[in-house]
């Protein structure tokens, strides 16, 4: 189960993703993101050599705050051709430098999505070391939440990040299946589909 260390980072993981944001072609705005975490939950690697966040932002510069979900990796060296996928470096006072990656570019963490929905591995707690998430849940079209465990295909489908989810969203109607986790909107908490699958 995933440790959550007490550390510093520099620069921080809000940082890095502020920098990184208005390069995206789904970023809103053109301003300088202001961001607070509102949202997330983590995946263990089970050969405990990549970290796993998933994300979920608010970016407090406009007028009404945009809401935006930024799964990342994190690894102790660089991913191999994974250049483009860099959001940056990072300084964390016990584990050393960590090299920041787009989570979706990163095979680890497309093998460990595949895992979580075919019920091969839990989504763990955002802050809390050794600590599940059950908030985090698979829904099916027709039939709610649900164990994916069994699901026909369910080793290999196709994985789209719903990088700006919205409160109560689903997935699109193309979708066999979709990840849902909450965060806090207004002070308020929310749910809505973060990642879906085809």
């Known amino acids: ?9 520099k620069p921080t993981k809000n940082e890095l993703i502020a920098a990184w944001l208005p390069r995206q072609e789904w970023f809103q705005g053109a301003h300088e993101p202001v ?12 050969v405990d050599a990549v970290g796993m966040e998933f994300i979920v932002v608010a970016d407090m510069a406009p007028q009404k705050p945009v809401i935006y979900h930024v799964p990342v990796t994190y690894r102790g060296d660089e991913l191999p051709g994974g250049e483009a996928a860099l959001l940056g470096t990072s300084e964390h006072s016990v584990l050393g430098t960590r090299w920041i990656y787009d989570g979706p570019q990163d095979p680890v963490w497309q093998e460990q999505v595949r895992a979580f929905l075919s019920g091969k591995v839990r989504a763990q707690h955002q802050n809390d070391s050794h600590t599940l998430e059950p908030l985090v849940t698979v829904g099916i079209p027709g039939g709610g939440d649900a164990a994916m465990v069994g699901v026909q ?15 109560e969203g689903a997935a699109s109607s193309g979708a066999t299946a979709w990840v849902a986790s909450p965060w806090l909107e207004s002070g308020k908490p929310v ?8």
């Open 1 to 9: 189960m995933s440790v959550i260390y007490d550390a510093i980072m």
């Open 35 to 46: 961001l607070e975490t509102v949202g997330g939950f983590r995946l263990d690697d089970p």
């Open 153 to 167: 295909g369910a080793e290999s489908p196709d994985i789209r990040v719903i990088r700006r989810p919205v409160a």
């Open 191 to 198: 749910r809505g589909a973060v990642i879906e699958f085809s």
